[in-house]
């Protein structure tokens, strides 16, 4: 939940219902995939994630003895590309182990219908899903050429 700040100090904003909706539809894909989910958490998961002044909107973790993985889960219901490169998920650090090397997925979810207002190039940063009411069209990253 956001905050604004007003003439009367800071009001918390309500999340949209399309916001939660897509969160909702997006944890369900993480679960049934094998992450646990934490909605928005406050501080980073263990000591080799490394985040300041960010909090997802969704975390993801798996981790068993052949995988270790982390998606970082931004809902955006009225994307603009200059405000998504400004947030911080693309400062997230991961910290590689001597015994495996952990993976970081950064997953940027848009409604259907809002994907044309995106630049294509953020596909070299992150995959994009485009989510609506229990249906998820993923377009995979592509690396850059």
């Known amino acids: 939940m956001a905050e604004i700040e007003t003439k009367k100090g800071l009001q918390a904003l309500s999340e949209s219902a ?35 002044a960010y909090r997802p909107d969704l975390l993801g973790l798996v981790n068993t003895d052949v995988k ?27 910290q590689s182990k001597i015994d495996r090397q952990p993976r970081l997925r950064r997953i940027l979810v ?19 899903w485009v989510a609506d009411k229990a249906d998820i069209l993923k377009i995979p990253m592509c690396l850059p050429s």
């Open 68 to 94: 270790e993985e982390y998606a970082l889960v931004e809902c955006e219901t009225k994307p603009r590309t200059t405000r998504l490169l400004t947030k911080n998920i693309w400062r997230v650090e991961l």
């Open 110 to 128: 848009v409604p259907r219908g809002k994907l044309g207002a995106l630049d294509p190039k953020l596909r070299r940063f992150c995959e994009i």
């Open 18 to 52: 399309l916001h939660r909706g897509m969160k909702a539809v997006v944890a369900s894909e993480l679960t049934r995939k094998g992450y646990e989910v934490i909605e928005e958490p406050l501080w980073p998961p263990n000591r080799f994630v490394f985040w300041e």
